[in-house]
Each structure stands twice: as structure tokens, then as C-alpha cells.
């Protein structure tokens, strides 16, 4: 199973960027899906989550300004971040909950990280 995370980028600050995280393998269901940032020195920290059924949450410091989307097939999951922030600054990684052919239960999974940098 893998998780490829990407849209990552340099933007001056008030720009967007749009993050996409496609999962692959063999997958028998996705469950809720997210994605974290990592500023730097920080902790890693849940930003934005959507169920199954599209029920989406936000942390506060990005309400408003980010979406958070999955396709139909419900394999990818976006991050549309709008009047980005130099504090929007960090790495972003997704997560996902993957129940696998063969497997009793779901396991969470992350993807390798996408890098986001807002300059003033």
C-alpha cells in the first residue's frame, strides 16, 4: 500500500496551492482520510479531516481558507489551501485509514510528506 503525497511548492503569501494525496495497493476500503503539517519545530498536527461520507473538520488556524476533498473513487484525497500564510509554512502529510484484502481491521497510513513553503 502506498500513500503519494504531492502539490507542494513555493507561494508568496495571500497564494494557494493544491495538495493531493493518491492511495494505491490492494485496498479493500478507505475510511476517513487527513491531512498534518509539521511547521518546523513543531509537532506534527492534524489540519483538516473528511469522513467516508464527506463530514469534513478543520482546526481553527486554517477554517475558512483550506478544503479538504476526496473523489468519487474515493482514493485521493485534496487539500485546497487558499490565502495561505507564512505560518501555513511546514510539511504536509496525509493519512489514511486502509482496511486490506485479507486483513480483519483497518490500519492508519501515512504518506511521505509534501513540503509547503509561504514567503511574506
Known amino acids: 500500500v502506498q500513500l503519494q503525497a504531492s502539490g507542494g511548492g513555493l507561494v508568496q503569501a495571500g497564494g494557494s496551492l493544491r495538495l493531493s494525496c493518491a492511495a494505491s495497493?490492494?485496498?479493500?476500503?478507505?475510511?476517513?482520510m487527513a491531512w498534518y503539517r509539521q511547521a518546523p519545530g513543531n509537532e506534527r498536527e492534524l489540519i483538516a479531516s473528511?469522513?467516508?461520507?464527506?463530514?469534513?473538520e478543520y482546526v481553527d488556524s486554517v477554517k475558512g481558507r483550506f478544503t479538504i476533498s476526496r473523489d468519487n473513487g474515493k482514493t485521493t484525497v485534496y487539500l485546497q489551501m487558499d490565502s495561505l500564510k507564512p505560518e501555513d509554512t511546514g510539511v504536509y502529510y496525509c493519512n489514511a485509514d486502509l482496511k486490506m484484502w485479507g486483513y480483519r481491521s483497518s490500519q492508519k497510513y501515512w504518506g511521505q510528506g509534501t513540503e509547503v513553503t509561504v514567503s511574506s
Open positions: 495497493g490492494s485496498i479493500f476500503s478507505i475510511g476517513d
Open positions: 473528511i469522513t467516508g461520507g464527506h463530514r469534513t
